[in-house]
């Protein structure tokens, strides 16, 4: 198998099947949300509406934090390696689900003979 044709079948995993697409499709709204929230709405204190996206980025999300604590706060602390950790996330578990319904259409579908 060509590197061109895996990388077409992790994309179809990642993005053409129903499951992921929900999961992104919310994902999205959340992120949408989180960034109205923060852009537009005045709180007295800190709002909590970015920890939506942590939790729908979880566990995978806790995974980059363990890993990035091995190189100091410095980098775990800024915001570009939580945004790039929370985009890798996502894309991981979508491709996850992807692969999972891969695993379920193939046990559901009936077993053929090779020359069927």
């Excluded at 499951?19 to 909590?48: N, R």
């Excluded at 806790?62 to 915001?79: C, H, K, N, Q, Y």
């Amino acid at each position: 198998m060509s590197s061109r044709q895996r990388l077409h079948d992790l994309v179809q995993l990642t993005f053409r099947n129903r499951a992921s697409l929900v999961y992104l499709s919310v994902v999205a709204a959340t992120a949408v949300f989180v960034a109205i929230d923060t852009l537009f709405v005045t709180h007295e204190d800190a709002s909590l509406a970015g920890v939506w996206l942590l939790l729908l980025a979880a566990p995978t999300i806790f995974a980059f934090f363990i890993g990035g604590s091995m190189f100091g706060e410095a980098v775990t602390g800024s915001a570009g390696f939580l945004y790039v950790a929370l985009v890798l996330s996502v894309l991981i578990q979508s491709l996850a689900l992807g692969l999972f319904v891969r695993l379920l259409r193939g046990a559901a579908s009936p077993a053929r003979p090779q020359g069927a």
